[in-house]
Nanobody, 125 residues
Framework: QVQLVESGGGLVQPGGSLRLSCVASGRIFSVNEMAWYRQGPGTERELVAV???????????NYSDSAKGRFTISGDNAKNTVYLQMNSLKPEDTAVYFC???????????????WGQGTQVSVSS
């Protein structure tokens, strides 16, 4: 089986920064894609950023409009880890942040989507 474990959440003042980490462990042949989602109080889960492995380049990243210019997603393939560097945090960034990964467990198996349990990010003065 595969497990995703997030860390790095916490309480930060507006304008501050946090770095989230998500480590995938278990039987892993390849990690095709990793992403960060968030779910604030009373809201639906929304995509924040995604990083996709590419055969023609190192990786491809995409961001939500609210994350562009403030958040940076990056990955360490050797460690099966994805990071989310969050700068200039705002109170509206308060949410539980979830890691999602699309993982191939064996060479000929179909990729499967996995979710972490989430880590709380609170932005408040």
């Amino acid at each position: 089986q595969v497990q995703l474990v997030e860390s790095g959440g916490g309480l930060v003042q507006p304008g501050g920064s946090l770095r989230l980490s998500c480590v995938a462990s278990g039987r892993i042949f390849s990690v095709n894609e990793m992403a960060w989602y968030r779910q604030g109080p009373g809201t639906e889960r929304e995509l924040v950023a995604v990083i996709t492995s590419s055969s023609t380049s190192s990786s491809i990243t995409n961001y939500s409009d609210s994350a562009k210019g403030r958040f940076t997603i990056s990955g360490d393939n050797a460690k099966n880890t994805v990071y989310l560097q969050m700068n200039s945090l705002k109170p509206e960034d308060t949410a539980v942040y979830f890691c999602r990964a699309v993982i191939q467990q064996r060479i000929y198996s179909a990729p499967v989507m996995y979710w972490g349990q989430g880590t709380q990010v609170s932005v408040s003065s």
